[in-house]
């Protein structure tokens, strides 16, 4: 424990902003903020700001660049469907990117270290009436400037947020499937700290749900309370602000499953190198496939749709489309998918070749297409009442993906893919 606690110490200097940064972000922040409130009044709409995200919690972490969430608190009385718009005329005269989403919103660059996200939001009273995952982030603000007090457990969740960012598990967003900064300033005031939090997700066998605030009576409650779509992820948290909600909706059992696996492997050797964000050495991937006699394929994949989680999910959802095409002809050894944050995606396999491909065709009662397949194909037999072939792989993994790109044009670009590249 001393060990631990030392290595901590030492990260803890390393990720927490200093006073001085703080204190710069605060002044930018200010002086926008002035600007933004001046239109606000000028244009006679009804709305105020907060500041929300981990700035307003004090569980920032320092990262290059930041960003800070400034929120537009709209009256009831506007549709959701103007709020976008009315948010583009009060920040109208600053300089800005469009965002598109649920509800759309903006980005302002500040010098190469600062953004602000200026995002509109409805002024409710109750949980209920959110029409938006965003409007319930002043309840989220709230709730957690009046539960964590302590710098001690403002540390935790730094602590946390570093560890989980380092680890690729960092971020709701649909191409990441992992802890909110939300999610993670639950958990860590749930547990108590930092290897609290860690030792706790270690053992997680079976589905784990949490409920801080007892919104319901028992697990089988929650259970039946939620939509099904909300269960799915393998630990279910009940936010303290809204009973029908899972704060950990977006966490994909493989991205748990990995974190887990790192978890596990840092309560066995405790060491900084655990909060250092890796590249992929990609290099080394492809020097271990070639002594295992394995073949290595590196593509580029790209999209056009707009950066950010719309192209970073398509993108995604693309490389797990062709990891189960490659699946069909190749043993998957090993495989990666790294989101550039752009408009395009690194990927990678590693794979050995099945000798023998299964192909199905028709059912024996489709006389004409049996006819077919029996002239395309020449070593054939019947299961289930259904003909197979079974024929001899000869494709190497790259050969495979350049033939597949070039069969399935339409479905490469119904899946909004612009360019799939063999990079190696």
Not at 81 to 89: N, V
Not at 345 to 350: E, K
Request: net charge positive.
């Amino acid at each position: 424990m001393i060990h631990i606690s030392s290595v901590l110490k030492e990260v803890l200097t390393r990720i927490k902003p200093s006073k001085e940064e703080l204190r710069d972000i605060e002044k930018t922040l200010s002086g926008y903020l002035k600007k933004i409130k001046g239109n606000i009044q000028k244009k006679k709409i009804n709305a105020e700001i907060f500041v929300g995200g981990s700035f307003a919690k004090k569980t920032i972490i320092k990262k290059d660049p930041y960003d800070i969430d400034v929120f537009l608190r709209f009256d009831k009385k506007y549709k959701n469907e103007i709020l976008s718009d009315l948010t583009e005329k009060i920040i109208a005269g600053i300089k800005n990117v469009r965002i598109h989403g649920s509800r759309d919103y903006f980005k302002i660059k500040n010098g190469e270290n600062l953004f602000l996200e200026v995002i509109p939001v409805k002024r409710i009273k109750n949980s209920r009436e959110a029409e938006n995952i965003t409007d319930l982030s002043y309840s989220h603000v709230n709730y957690i400037k009046r539960k964590i007090k302590s710098e001690k457990l403002l540390d935790e969740i730094r602590l946390a947020k570093a560890f989980c960012y380092a680890n690729n598990s960092y971020g709701a967003e649909s191409y990441v499937g992992g802890f909110s900064g939300y999610a993670l300033e639950l958990l860590v005031y749930h547990y108590g700290s930092f290897i609290k939090f860690v030792g706790a997700m270690a053992d997680i066998k079976d589905k784990q749900v949490i409920d801080i605030e007892k919104h319901h009576k028992n697990k089988n409650s929650i259970l039946m309370d939620l939509n099904e779509a909300k269960l799915k992820s393998p630990i279910v948290l009940i936010d303290p602000t809204y009973k029908q909600r899972n704060v950990l909706a977006a966490l994909s059992e493989e991205t748990f499953r990995n974190f887990q696996n790192v978890c596990r492997n840092f309560l066995k050797k405790p060491v900084k190198e655990f909060f250092i964000p890796k590249a992929v050495d990609i290099k080394k991937i492809e020097l271990d496939a070639d002594k295992k006699g394995l073949e290595f394929a590196l593509l580029k994949i790209t999209t056009d749709k707009q950066e950010g989680d719309v192209a970073g999910s398509k993108l995604l959802k693309f490389y797990r489309h062709l990891n189960d095409e490659v699946s069909k002809f190749f043993e998957v050894k090993a495989k990666g998918f790294e989101y550039s944050g752009k408009r395009s995606a690194r990927t990678f396999f590693v794979g050995k070749k099945k000798p023998w491909i299964l192909i199905a065709g028709p059912n024996m009662n489709d006389k004409e297409n049996l006819k077919r397949f029996k002239d395309k194909h020449k070593y054939c037999f019947i299961k289930n009442n259904r003909i197979y072939s079974k024929e001899k792989n000869s494709s190497s993994l790259k050969s495979f993906i350049e033939t597949w790109k070039k069969k399935h044009g339409k479905i490469i670009k119904d899946m909004h893919i612009t360019g799939l590249k063999v990079e190696n």
